[in-house]
């Protein structure tokens, strides 16, 4: 059974403060893998996804990283902003020999919080 | 284009009341799903459907029913609500996630919050 780990569970850090927020899942043979943000009361917002086969994906000051044979994941935010405070979570989709792979794991999420 | 739309936004229910959840996409998407999300639980897959006229449990499907009528919606039913289905409900769609199609993220609603008391 796939276990999504997430660490860690809040992290608090200066504005202008460069980090590094964690991802680890126990079953290597995923389809791709996904990065959220969740802000308060609302729903979830697609950051950026990663496909098995790729080792990286950037978007504006984010970058996630994919070491699939590890199990392990890593979203980088650079120059952190307030706006960045949210809850960021990944989730992994399976891979499976039928080709039809719906079923994404989450982990629970680290809160992180950006002080101005 | 409004993407997934989720109503209501809040609902208080008695024990053994229904109501449905409803949920609607404008972006022609294939897959829709729903989760419910727990304090410090993560989201867990209730149900989903890869197509008008298809659906199947996902985790936790005990307690809800689904239909998929149309492409565009994807309503889910609590019959005889317990104060166990207190929780936030979430609903998602995806293009497809086939191989040979482009990873398609996952797009959510706003959420409903749901009380059962």
């Known amino acids: 059974k796939q276990e999504v780990t997430q660490i860690p569970a809040a992290l608090s850090v200066p504005e202008g403060e460069n980090l590094v927020l964690n991802c680890s899942f126990t079953d290597s043979a995923i389809y791709n893998l996904q990065w959220f943000r969740q802000d308060p009361g609302k729903g979830l917002t697609s950051l950026l996804l990663?496909?098995?086969?790729?080792r990286e994906q950037t978007s504006g000051r984010l970058n996630a990283s994919l070491d699939k044979s590890s199990g392990r994941s890593t979203l980088y935010i650079a120059a952190s902003q307030p706006g960045d405070s949210a809850t960021y979570l990944c989730?992994?989709?399976?891979?499976?020999?039928?080709?039809?792979?719906?079923?994404?794991?989450f982990g629970k999420g680290t809160l992180l919080t950006v002080n101005p | 284009n409004a993407g997934v739309t989720q109503t209501p936004k809040f609902r208080i229910l008695k024990i053994g009341q229904s109501m449905t959840l409803q949920c609607a996409q404008d972006m022609n998407h294939n897959y829709m799903y729903w989760y419910r999300q727990d304090p410090g639980m993560g989201l867990k897959l209730i149900y989903y459907s890869v197509g008008a006229g298809i659906t199947d449990k996902g985790e936790v499907p005990n307690g809800y029913n689904v239909s998929r009528s149309t492409t565009e919606d994807f309503p889910l039913r609590l019959e005889l609500a317990a104060p166990s289905q207190t929780s936030v409900y979430f609903c998602?769609?995806?293009?497809?996630?086939?191989?040979?199609?482009?990873?398609?993220?996952?797009?959510f609603g706003n959420g409903t919050r749901l009380t059962v008391t």
């Open positions: 990663i496909q098995s086969s790729q």
């Open positions: 989730a992994v989709r399976r891979e499976n020999s039928g080709g039809s792979n719906y079923k994404l794991t």
């Open positions: 998602a769609s995806s293009y497809s996630h086939r191989v040979g199609f482009n990873n398609s993220p996952l797009h």
